[in-house]
């Protein structure tokens, strides 16, 4: 079978996409056996809308194809285990936390035999969103089970993109899985596939079904405490003031646990601090951007919802981009600390919101907060402490952006509404952020303006404070993904390997290879993972 790349196409119609193949090809219709759309991608930039596609085929005489650049043999796809280890694992491995690389960590060990157990300090799913809810609609926060702290992650409340840059053969894997739990056929295909918050929730349910018909155990509302640790090996952790045994974990617990970060710090993990990124939420009407971005196929419904990526270096060196664009989306609460004040973004599977919203982020380092541990931890608490006092409550600090560019406290708001829940606050973000921040954003805005007329003068709408796109720690690990503590496997966005749903389900693959290929278990833990 041979892969074709680059057959363009006018329009996304089966009986185009062979005729567009078949004279790519150079052959007749008889010399086709079979074929199947491997990659869809869409390109508007030249006034004229063209379908390219990535496609896999089986044809008569292969080998003189391939002597077009633009065709392959097609590479073996089918995932693949790493063979057992002979190290006996004599108790359950432990996966904390169930976002996407708990997910799907505990989904590889359950699926070759290692019956794992999960801890997560959040509620099951439904539990989960009724608490989020509340906190939505009244500004109670759960402190243990919220935006952050949950079943399915962050990423639950989120666009639910799949897109990513690496080129790890396991994304394949983590597709494929998600389709086989229930996400649609399409994010197979299209180069910049995603799922939606509302579906999901579903998927999650599925894949948490199919671990415990396998044989995994899971504890939700139940938060890791404490570890044990013997001649630098880990032997059992704490969770609900109970110990549990435990010779291998995955800690994959989110970039938000500061708490469990600091225990184990003090238990002797080693760890470092990480750059990362805070900023605001850009929120504009979605007409607006697909006018922007489409011009005369802004109501194109092969196109629509536009989306957007930008980037900008500053005059200070500190690099400025959008991130995480929520087309026909929502700016969310997501704070897990009382008193803090953390935003983002999300889109439901629809993508049919009024609002478009995108963070807008600026890059920062050991020169903004200090060389010393957790630094970069502390100046990002402070900063969402400080938003919460201007804010003198959960609501998001608004601004438009060109009273933002002007340094003045908006007064009223234009074109664009604010799609928070819990309401918004007037205040001039110049005071929220530190002066090397505000000119890094004062010139990417007006970069941008320049770039998409109306970025800003729009009636554009800045809320703050986004602060958690990423982790400001990264725990060491070597080459077998071990910390300098034998039998702890960071793991994900929380550990700092992973940005995005993504690249930490590739991450917690990688970690359940790593233990299965080093254990084997000599029996399947206790009989039904009851241990709590």
Not at 35 to 45: G, N, T, Y
Not at 106 to 128: F, T
Not at 336 to 365: D, P, T
């Amino acid at each position: 079978m041979i892969r074709v790349f680059q057959v363009k196409c006018s329009e996304d119609d089966l009986d185009e996409i062979k005729k567009q193949l078949l004279k790519k090809l150079n052959i007749s219709q008889k010399d086709l056996f079979s074929w199947r759309i491997h990659r869809k991608s869409v390109d508007a930039r030249k006034q004229k809308v063209l379908f390219s596609y990535v496609i896999d085929c089986e044809i008569k005489n292969e080998k003189k194809a391939l002597k077009n650049k633009d065709i392959q043999i097609k590479p073996d796809e089918t995932y693949h285990c790493p063979a057992k280890g002979n190290h006996p694992l004599k108790h359950r491995p432990v996966v904390v936390g169930f976002g996407p690389a708990g997910m799907f960590a505990a989904l590889i060990l359950a699926q070759e035999g290692y019956c794992p157990i999960v801890i997560e300090r959040g509620s099951e799913i439904h539990m989960r969103i009724d608490k989020v809810n509340q906190f939505w609609k009244t500004g109670q926060l759960d402190e243990e089970c919220n935006v952050q702290y949950g079943e399915g992650g962050a990423g639950t409340f989120s666009d639910g993109k799949l897109t990513t840059r690496s080129k790890d053969s396991r994304a394949r894997k983590v597709l494929e899985e998600l389709h086989r739990f229930g996400a649609k056929e399409e994010i197979l295909i299209d180069a910049h596939p995603h799922i939606g918050t509302d579906a999901f929730v579903d998927i999650i349910v599925n894949i948490r079904n199919e671990i415990k018909r396998l044989g995994g155990f899971f504890y939700f509302d139940s938060k890791l405490e404490d570890i044990k640790v013997e001649n630098n090996q880990l032997q059992a952790i704490q969770v609900n003031e109970k110990w549990i045994p435990c010779q291998a974990m995955i800690l994959s617990t989110g970039h938000s646990a500061s708490d469990t970060i600091y225990m184990l710090h003090q238990n002797g993990i080693q760890m470092e601090n990480k750059p990362y990124a805070i900023g605001v939420r850009i929120e504009h009407t979605q007409e607006y951007i697909n006018q922007a971005m489409l011009k005369e196929y802004a109501k194109d419904p092969r196109l629509i919802p536009a989306r957007y990526q930008l980037t900008y270096t500053a005059s200070n060196q500190k690099g400025v981009y959008t991130f995480c664009m929520c087309p026909g989306g929502y700016v969310i609460p997501c704070s897990c600390q009382k008193e803090q004040l953390v935003i983002n973004g999300m889109s439901y599977a629809s993508r049919n919101g009024k609002n478009a919203n995108s963070a807008l982020l600026v890059q920062i380092n050991e020169s903004d907060y200090g060389s010393s541990l957790f630094a970069g931890l502390q100046y990002q608490e402070k900063l969402e402490k400080k938003a919460y006092q201007m804010a003198n409550s959960y609501k998001t600090l608004v601004q438009l952006a060109s009273d933002y560019l002007n340094n003045q406290v908006s007064n009223h708001l234009e074109q664009v509404q604010p799609t928070y829940e819990l309401g918004y606050v007037f205040a001039n973000l110049n005071e929220l952020f530190s002066e090397p921040v505000n000119l890094a954003l004062h010139e990417a805005l007006q970069a941008y303006e320049q770039k998409v007329p109306g970025f800003v003068s729009s009636g554009a709408i800045l809320s703050a404070v986004e602060s958690r796109s990423s982790s400001s720690v990264r725990i060491l690990r070597d080459a077998s993904l071990q910390a300098n503590i034998r039998g702890i496997y960071p793991c994900g966005e929380g550990s700092g390997y992973a940005g995005g749903i993504m690249t930490s389900a590739i991450d917690g693959i990688k970690c359940a290879e790593s233990i299965v290929s080093y254990y084997n278990m000599e029996k399947r833990g206790e009989e039904n993972g009851s241990v709590l």
